[in-house]
Nanobody, 120 residues
Framework: QVQLVESGGGLVQAGGSLTLSCAASGSISSIDVMGWYRRAPGKRRELVASIGSSDIAYYKDSVKGRFTISRDNAKNTVYLPMNSLKPEDTAVYYC??????????????WGQGTQVTVSS
């Protein structure tokens, strides 16, 4: 059974930095896209950044130049260093990973969510 474990959220002042991590474990044959979503209070969940198996990255416009997504395929882990954080970055952040287990088809898995709070 595949599990995603997130870490790295917390409380930080505006202008500060945090790094989120998401590690996948289980009977994993292949991993495709790895990404981070967030849901702020009263808002819909949105894609923040994603990275494909060829390391091509996508970023939401508002985080470009501040967030950098990366992956370590040997560790089945995706990272999201976040710099110059703003109060509007406050949200619960979820990792999303497309995984194929041995003998199975592709499935998207979600992390448990980690709270990021940026104070002004």
């Amino acid at each position: 059974q595949v599990q995603l474990v997130e870490s790295g959220g917390g409380l930080v002042q505006a202008g500060g930095s945090l790094t989120l991590s998401c590690a996948a474990s289980g009977s994993i044959s292949s991993i495709d896209v790895m990404g981070w979503y967030r849901r702020a209070p009263g808002k819909r969940r949105e894609l923040v950044a994603s990275i494909g198996s060829s390391d091509i990255a996508y970023y939401k416009d508002s985080v470009k130049g501040r967030f950098t997504i990366s992956r370590d395929n040997a560790k089945n882990t995706v990272y999201l260093p976040m710099n110059s954080l703003k109060p509007e970055d406050t949200a619960v952040y979820y990792c999303n990973v497309k995984i194929r287990e041995y003998g199975s088809s592709w499935v998207e898995y979600w992390g448990q969510g980690t709270q990021v709070t940026v104070s002004s």
